[in-house]
């Protein structure tokens, strides 16, 4: 029997719900070409009451989801009561935690109970009272001394141990997320960090085994995932994405920021030497009704300086992490900017990596209409979901990509309680 997934993706630009079905009787076959899921609803409005990520009006931001929910509703006949939610903006912050479980005389094999104790010893982080955590991410277990391990259930052992990624965030900004989507009676199933949704929909299993760092640049932020063998390692966000290129186009020619994106999706190039100099583009400016002329390579020169920037930024965070020798699968750029004309190129030079962009594959149904990589994280939020339900179905140890599911969200409920009269 069908089941279905509904991800909704509240971002800067825009605002967009995705509802998914996925069939029991469909299996990917042994290349990953064939999906059991099914895009049968997409809803996308431009984003209001949300800057970097963030809700900062949360009636406008309520309205944007409900008619981003409205459209896809129409569009699948179905009605979205449950969904899982994308978290993402400046204030998320991450650390590496290490948790420990004693497990006996090593006369009984780990169950679930010594995986669980471990991962939250790992959690019993010190915070301050404004941040909670929103995801705990094993990376690795070791039972006495041997590391490595993927799955310790069913091992014999005396000591099991984690070595964890613990994701944190802002109480307020998680719950106005959260307000949102209750203003809309819409139960959240999971929060889920941006770039480790993106990394469900673009990356492959040999790209994480080996190495690789996902880098989603949307309108409002930059997100990062460094994979390293199967794990997620480290996650950062910047404040800064394509907005800023079009503020950026804005700033320089004297436009309004609707002009200066239409500018940006039409003509902007990486590689301003690419672009006939002698090539003319025209456009509205500020305070006239008169056509302004300005050379297209002036305005590609404005993109590629704060393009090289911000490449400049993610290079500068690999080296920072450390891994950057144990990703020979390099960097997959995906979200909105990765469409720019030239940014693989120019990401290239810069990075000193492979680089490729990524978009969703392997989709079925209502396809084509998010084949593009600003569609990555939400595609991603179904793919999530979809494992998800596969884990709980089979009563599965494996995490998705490697990211626990566990208790965390019911933790992350409990504390919502307390700040959330009411909910």
Known sequence: MARTIVGIDLGTVKTCTLIGQVDDAETETEGGHRSPLRIVGIGVVPSR?????????????????RESVDRAERVSGHTVTQAYVLVGGAHIASQNSRGVAAIGRGDRPIDRDDVERAMESAQAIALPHNRRIIHSIPR???????????????????????????????????RNLVKCMEANEIEILDLVLQPLASAEAVLTDEERAMGVTVADIGGGTTDLAIHVEGSVWQTLVHDVGGYQISNDIALGLRTSLGTAEELKVRYAHAMPSSVDEAEVIEFSSFGSETVTAVSRRELCQIVSWRLEEMLDMIAQDIRRSGLESLLPAGVVITGGTANLRGLLRVARERLNLPVRIGAPQRLRGLSEAISSPAYSAAVGLLLWGMRQDRAAGENSFRYPTGVGGGTWWQQVVKWLRVFLPGS
Request: glycine share 14%.
């Open 49 to 65: 009451g949300v800057r970097k990520g963030v809700v900062t009006d949360l009636e406008e931001a309520t309205r944007a989801v």
């Open 140 to 174: 690795e277990f070791i039972v006495d001394g041997q590391d490595g391990i993927k799955n310790p259930l069913g091992l014999l052992g005396y000591r099991l141990e984690v070595e964890a990624h613990v994701v944190t965030g802002a109480v307020t900004s998680i």
